[in-house]
């Protein structure tokens, strides 16, 4: 007995000496452990849980789905009844085949024409960017001419050069005019590293600033005209048949590309091809048609010869 009440004795002084070790330690998380007495928790299981959610009538109680339910063939999706007149469509395998003209018109239909600017359904295509590639024998893509009706006169091809830092920068300035000689004509100028480059680019701008030549019966003006761009001032005036076309420098090429055939025109004021060529441009677009002038100013095209 002497011995259990020593040892009894022994295991309260350490404890006592834990405990207020514990308490005196800076940190509150060892004091609250400390004091606190631990609880054990009542062990929950599903069985439980099944319990207490069929004893409780609250609308927020645990509820889970009965999957042994005994109606469980009510639940079969039953399709309605195909009408007496009925057929069934084809299944894709007994199809005829399509052939390429159809796929072709297919595609169109959806995404537009095709690369090559090739019309199936017969839309007018605009194929000045349409260019087919070819490869040539070192692998590099050679692109074709466009074949769009119009045709390429080359003005002048210049060498000019920009100072930058470090030097000088070369490139060469093309100016070219297109026209389908049928009153269609227009000027176009770029700059590139090289010769043909540029004359592609310059083609392509003047593609864009295509413009319509007024023009009688006889393939000349309807009236005279004078314009001007910068310096330059050209003088357009009517010519009878079998004269010609009578110019020379940048409006002769103008004329000739827009399908004028008797012309007269005289270059004023400055040698420049390209403000030439946009003043011939210029005094173009002033030019009206007799049925123009009847239309605005109400009265018969016969009044205007008195």
Partial sequence: MATTAS????TLSSLSSLSLSLSLHSTPRLSFLSTAKLTRLPKLTLSTVLVRASESDKPNGIVFDDF??????????DPPTPPEDYTPPPSFDELPMETE???????EELYGPAYAGVSV?????????????????FGKTKKEKVKDGFEERVVQVRRVTKVVKGGKQLKFRAI??????KGQVGVGVAKAKEVIAAVQKS???????????PMTKYLTFPHRSDGDFGAAKVMLRPASPG????????????LEMAGVENALGKQLGSNNALNNARATVVAVQKMKQWREVSRERGIPMEELWK
């Fill in 7 to 10: 040892a009894t004795r022994a």
């Fill in 68 to 77: 042994n339910n005994p109606d469980e063939d009510a639940a079969v999706f």
């Fill in 121 to 137: 359904l017969g839309n007018d295509v605009y194929v000045m960017d349409s260019k087919a590639k070819k490869m040539s024998a």
């Fill in 243 to 254: 004269t010609g076309v009578i110019a020379g420098g940048a409006v002769r090429i103008v």
């Fill in 176 to 181: 070219v005019v297109v026209g389908d000689k």
């Fill in 203 to 213: 083609a392509v701008d003047a593609r864009r600033n295509i413009i319509t030549v």
């Fill in 101 to 107: 003209d159809e796929i072709a018109a297919a595609y």
